[in-house]
Each structure stands twice: as C-alpha cells, then as structure tokens.
Nanobody
Framework: VQLQASGGGLVQAGGSLRLSCSAT????????MGWFRQAPGKEREIVAA????????YYTDSVKGRFIISRDNAKNTVYLQMNSLKPEDTAVYYC?????????????????WGQGTLVTVSS
C-alpha cells in the first residue's frame, strides 16, 4: 500500500487548509485511516482517525471543534479539513493506514505511512 498526502502549505493563523491522502496498491477493506503530525523537536502525535464506515472518529483534544476527518472509500482517500489554524498546528502531517477495524490513536498500530506534507501556520 502506498499513501500520497497533499494539501499542505503556508497559511496565516485563523485560516484553513484541507489535506488529502490517497491510498493505492493492495488496499484490502476494511481499514482505518489516520492523520498524525510531528512538529520540530517533538514526538509524532495522533491528530485524528476514522473507521472504514466513517461512523467512528477520534480527535486529539487540541483539534476538537476545529478539524474534521472524512473519507471517500470509492477513491481510497482520507481528508483532513483544518479550520481556525493556530501557529501550534505547524508540523509535518502524515497519513496512515491501519488494516485493523478498531479506530486507534497509537502510531504503532498503523501499518502503512505516507511521506508527510508540511503545514506552516504563521502568527
């Protein structure tokens, strides 16, 4: 499975960005998809995750009410709509696939990773 993330860039605080991540290759259903991020000097952390059906989602506390994760299974694509961005959201954002069906926040549970896309929020 290969994951290709896109949509990162430079935005002012309060602005919005939409990240996309497409999965290609041997994508057997169902699978969970997640977004993680890693800021300079910090550990990688979960941002959001979504189940195969989209009926179960998880958000880390710092993005609740601002970010929305969604997916289009016909396109094998997951999205992350990021609103009201803050400078502390600056990081490299990674998408990941967990071939399990239980939504999890733990990076070690994810089997495949994309290359990352940089999001920079200026103050």
């Amino acid at each position: 499975v290969q994951l290709q993330a896109s949509g990162g860039g430079l935005v002012q605080a309060g602005g919005s960005l939409r990240l996309s991540c497409s999965a290609t290759g041997r994508t057997s259903s169902p699978y969970t998809m997640g977004w993680f991020r890693q800021a300079p000097g910090k550990e990688r952390e979960i941002v959001a995750a979504i189940s195969w059906s989209g009926g179960t989602t998880y958000y880390t506390d710092s993005v609740k009410g601002r970010f929305i994760i969604s997916r289009d299974n016909a396109k094998n694509t997951v999205y992350l709509q990021m609103n009201s961005l803050k400078p502390e959201d600056t990081a490299v954002y990674y998408c990941a696939v967990d071939v399990g069906t239980v939504v999890t926040m733990y990076a070690t549970r994810y089997d495949y990773w994309g290359q990352g896309t940089l999001v920079t929020v200026s103050s």
